[in-house]
């Protein structure tokens, strides 16, 4: 797959944040803007949908075969980091994005 891990970049740029947001799930639902120009500018079309779901249960990714590239880039960057992937081993939280490219955390 040529595809793989063309977000990965993108994905560790944010991983940060991403780490503090998923932790203040315990408390309640969080989000992050992102931006369309950072997806596009990783090759694909203007048109492209970059929407997805994927729910993390116990420290793994339970829905990681139907999702996008985007999402298993994202999947990829949270397991390889050593905080992240020991914060989930006991949780369950769902990551999404939709057609505003808001990005989301629940806890599940």
Do not use: P
């Not at 560790?12 to 932790?23: N, Q, R, S, T």
């Not at 931006?35 to 997805?52: A, D, L, M, S, W």
Request: hydrophobic share 35%; proline share 0%; net charge positive.
């Amino acid at each position: 797959m040529k595809e793989e891990g063309k977000y990965s970049h993108l994905w560790m740029k944010y991983a940060a944040v991403i780490h503090v947001l998923l932790k203040k799930t315990e408390i309640e639902k969080q989000s992050l803007q992102l931006y369309k120009h950072e997806f596009e500018n990783r090759g694909h079309r203007q048109n492209t949908n970059f929407t997805f779901s994927l729910d993390l249960i116990n420290g793994r990714a339970v829905n990681i075969v139907s999702t996008t590239t985007i999402a298993r880039d994202l999947w990829r960057v949270l397991d390889n980091n050593t905080a992240t992937k020991n914060w989930l081993k006991d949780r369950s939280v769902k990551i999404s994005i939709g057609k505003t490219l808001e990005l989301q955390f629940e806890k599940i």
